[in-house]
């Protein structure tokens, strides 16, 4: 346990090797192998048994914790096995809830709604067309771009016209204002307008088509020369000093170093702040020279970024390779010594995450977001994770990083990436009920992290000022029997509690064991919450397993055991054994995992939410987040099957993650709202309580032998009975199934 298992303890030869501890600056570079062996192993092993590699380590359960779970629910009742699958069940919608919320995020308008806001708002517009005896405000740079009729008529017009402000007439001024209106939206949205009639619709098209619009909205942005037929011109510049006038620009012309030219119209429409800056110089009567330091927006990203504004799209190929200007050249130098590489995607993806939420780019902010989550490694997640916990982070990778350490966790503590995981990453990790990962592989991976931290402090305590002196722990590492466990344990006191020690299996495992000799673990009676005592879970005077599949009983760890999918599948197969039938026996408890009476309950929730930043946020807005969580409590199919076993832990956290959901589709706080539910009433909690455990399903005979049904009672398979779930004293047993009309 701890120090043994760690992976710098896997070159360790002799067993007397095994106390030894390396410390974090000792590790050894794997040695290189020869050319031409290594393009063997790598073209006909690693190919053949790259499969069977990745299985095994991305299994979340060990083959001895899978074996020693069969050995544990081998011996349990049919009530006790439905009791915990329908707990499981319970949980999985759950789990759900918690994915649907990490995924929530505000919505952020989309490029056709953009345009279509300043065509009908009047937002930058550079040009009218004329209509009959009208004209109407509109944007050159969209219409040349999404129409050849107007793109010709432009460029008749551009050398013979006087005007500053163009003025471009309709097609046909025969058609009805209606169509005229439609056919405009069309060019700006690339959709049929919802107010058009369906009757209409192909006239709309048909004028459409005269325009000569008949691509989309992307592909036609996309593929329109704004570098060369654009009216403002971005200037990147290494020295700008604040100033963006005519004069300046003039003066300093020979230092500039890159411009880009693009439509005014269109980055006016995506950027709120580039469009104060535009509509600022028109009133002005200056040129659309836009002044930027290099420092602020590198210019490497400019082409990135403008083709996200035209296309709302990510195209990381377009970074501008070897033009960034270094501050200075010590940077170069150092890059070519260390042989840095280029940035990946994930460094572009941070930089140009920066770049869009200065400019107010949601769209494109939202994309970077995505590119990140794409790049999560194990050897990235703990600099992602740190990057996005920053002032300036993203709350949305924050919760992906911890999500995807949920999922790989079994790899991870297998590897030394653990080692380099901030300890609110793990806190985090471990609070959720969905690590993949069994308690055992938790509890060791905890004391590994806190031995190397201790190692760690102890090297900050004791610096190797000489270099070759012996004692130094950077030189010799340290021993397991030097560590002071007192110190271990102040180091690990937010992470112990979270391993859920009463699910570890088998439950005498030997880390368990040791983490009890060293003193890390408390061998104290168990306090609920209200500080009663009360027994241990694992002692005689009670059921030795009851804690697994009855939440009534005193816990520990109210939330129960971890959502693992191998325990689920156990248990499944052992319940259809003891059934002797092939059918699923929770069939039923599916089929109406929702009763009438509780059906009618949950029609009839109500939520209280408690606006705790009324100074912050409205009543208004706090009204809307109470009508949207209590029609997701009153109609979502997840929130019945979570309700469905009666725990109270699943309920509260099913209304908690409808509750986060809701808040960051709004995008405000997580912490700027609460919900308070009514405690439900007997009626209630009859409908979806069971008889014998608050988490047993209702099971009839049907549901778990379909093929008898003439019988006044049936016994099951022989298997031993439960002593725990005859609580009442009934003349029956549990293990006895009767038809349901006669209990």
Known sequence: MGAANSSQLKGSSSPSQLDWIAPCSSRRTPSTKNRFTALILRKYVA??????????????????????????????????????????????AVRELVLIAESARSAVSSLSRDLLNAFQNCIATDCFVLFKDGRYAAHLAVLCARSRYFADLWNS????????????????????????????????????PSSVPLTERHKVNHLLFRLGCVRSLHDDLADYDFATKGDCTLIFTTNANGTSSDESCIRRIDTLEYRIRCSSAIVAARSDFLRSLIERKRFRGERLNIVIDEQLIPRIYAPVVLYAVYTDRLDLSKVLDGCQVSTSSLNEVQAIASGRRQKTPLRH??????????????????????????????????????????????AYVRRQCVAYLRNEFSRICSSHVLFEL?????HDCLLSDYVECSEVEILE??????????????????????????????????????????????????????VRIDYILPPFHQSLNSAYKRGLL???????????????????????????????????????????????TEARSQLRRLCGSGADVLAEYRRGVVSDRMRIA???????????TPEVVSEQMRALVERRIVETLRTSELIKKAFSCGCAHHRDLAVEQVRLRVLRELNLDDNCMEVLLPVPNSAVRDSYMPRHYSSQPALTVMSVWPDLTNSTYISRPDSPQSEYDNENGGEYPPDILRIESMI
Request: hydrophobic share 35%; net charge negative.
């Open 47 to 92: 190919g053949r048994f790259s499969r069977f590699h990745s299985r095994r380590k991305s299994r979340p359960v060990s083959r001895d914790t899978q074996h020693a779970f069969r050995d544990l629910i081998s011996s349990w009742s049919c009530s006790e096995l439905a009791a915990l699958c329908a707990e499981m069940e319970s949980a999985c």
């Open 157 to 192: 017009l551009e050398e013979s016209t006087s005007s500053a402000t163009p003025m471009l007439r309709f097609i046909d001024d025969g058609v009805p204002h209606e169509l005229f209106i439609a056919s405009l939206q069309c060019i700006y949205s690339g959709d049929m």
């Open 349 to 394: 993806a941070i930089d140009i995450f920066h770049i869009a939420q200065f400019l107010n780019l949601h769209h494109l902010a939202h994309s970077c977001e995505e590119v990140m989550v794409s790049e999560l490694s194990i050897d990235t997640v703990g600099s992602l994770w740190e990057w996005a916990s920053e002032a300036g982070g993203s």
């Open 422 to 426: 901030d300890e609110e990453l793990l």
């Open 445 to 498: 991976s905890v004391v590994r992290w806190g031995e190397h931290e201790l190692v760690r402090r102890m090297e900050e305590r004791e610096p190797n000022l000489v270099a070759s002196t012996t004692h130094s722990i950077s030189r010799r590492g340290v021993r397991r029997s030097e560590l002071d466990d007192v110190e271990l344990k102040n180091i690990l006191g937010s992470l112990l509690p979270l």
């Open 522 to 568: 408390d061998r104290s009676p168990n306090a609920d919450l209200l500080g009663q005592r009360y027994p241990d879970s694992r002692s005689p005077d009670v059921s030795p397993d009851a804690h697994w599949f009855d939440h009534s009983v005193p816990r520990r760890h109210p939330a129960g055991p971890r959502l693992l999918l191998p325990y689920i």
């Open 602 to 612: 949950l029609e009839s929730t109500w939520a209280h939410v408690v606006n705790l």
